[in-house]
């Protein structure tokens, strides 16, 4: 007859089950969670670059 698992055992399991998630990490996984952050960006440049203030109509920058 089975029994209902107690809390330490499902405790136990949790912690086995992170510990080898943590463990068994393939290596081109690990190289894409590695990345570069994101540049950062002021945001009124942003807007600015969305929006293109600052450019007149023939695409020439405002002097």
Do not use: W
């Not at 969670?33 to 960006?41: A, G, K, L, N, S």
């Not at 440049?45 to 405002?62: C, H, N, P, R, S």
């Amino acid at each position: 007859m089975k029994h209902k698992r107690t809390e330490h055992e499902k405790k136990i399991d949790t912690a086995n089950h992170y510990d080898c998630l943590e463990t068994d990490v393939r290596e081109d996984a690990r190289k894409s969670f590695q990345r570069q952050p994101y540049p950062t960006v002021d945001v009124a440049q942003y807007l600015a670059q969305k929006f293109k203030i600052g450019v007149d109509a023939d695409g020439q920058e405002d002097s």
